[in-house]
């Protein structure tokens, strides 16, 4: 397994992660609470595909360890084999040393064969282990990144409360506009202004009726005036009385 692979997908994961949280508009807060959680998955994930990624390096390490160890103890019997042969031959006995010398043969092919396969190896091995080293490298960014983040939520958080309270303000004054006759002061300003226009009204109304009130007391003043006149006439002193002065 490569490090693109593994570190590929985590990535890929987290970043529809993140667009999804951006898209949906959440609170700031459960937002980044959530984008912490989601990187810590995916630190998990990555440490489980790492610890496999070792693991199966760990495999290949002890089956060439294993080959070598059997190149070595084949070759300690070709020669044990060999030694053997040349005893039977410095005895004359021509055909075990035949015997033994094939033994050593096979014995040689056998260390052969093991030392091919440790060869072949040792090359994935190297490299094998140029990535795991990786892999543990990017892991621990992964996790220096969480601690980051982790660190930065506190100020994330209180900017982004920061700035809805900004928002909330600049929504308050364009509210209460003095010159902007639709916002809620100029609409209640016009209120006042009919309220005030209709207790005026009621005043002029009221002011009218005490106009007619007074007239009509000056038309009973004069109606008195002539009771009193025909009054004289009656009573025989001819003269109306003369109107005071």
Request: negative net charge; hydrophobic residues 40%; aromatic residues 2%.
């Amino acid at each position: 397994m490569s490090k693109q692979s593994i570190f590929g997908r985590i990535s890929s994961l987290v970043r529809a992660n993140i667009n999804s949280l951006l898209d949906s508009a959440e609170d700031p807060e459960k937002m980044i609470d959530q984008l912490v959680r989601d990187y810590t998955n995916s630190i998990v994930d990555a440490e489980a595909a790492i610890a496999e990624t070792v693991g199966n390096l760990r495999l290949l390490e002890r089956d060439h360890a294993e080959d070598v160890r059997a190149a070595g103890e084949w070759g300690a019997k070709a020669l044990a084999a060999s030694n053997k042969a040349e005893e039977y031959r410095a005895a004359g006995n021509a055909a075990e040393a035949d015997k033994f010398d094939n033994l050593a043969k096979v014995a040689l092919q056998r260390q052969i064969s093991a030392e091919n396969e440790a060869k072949q190896a040792e090359p994935t091995i190297a490299s094998q282990n140029e990535v795991v080293e990786k892999l543990k490298s990017g892991l621990n960014g992964m996790k220096t990144k969480l601690d980051q983040l982790k660190a930065k939520r506190a100020e994330l958080v209180a900017r982004a409360k920061t700035a809805e309270a900004q928002n909330r303000v600049a929504d308050a004054v364009k509210s209460i506009d003095v010159l902007d006759p639709t916002s809620d002061l100029g609409r209640f300003e016009d209120k006042i202004r009919r309220q005030e226009a209709l207790a005026q009204g009621k005043e002029e109304l009221a002011a009218s009726s005490l106009d007619a009130q007074f007239n009509e007391l000056e038309d009973l003043g004069e109606l008195t005036e002539v009771e009193l006149r025909l009054a004289a006439l009656k009573s025989g002193s001819g003269t109306a009385p003369a109107i005071e002065q």
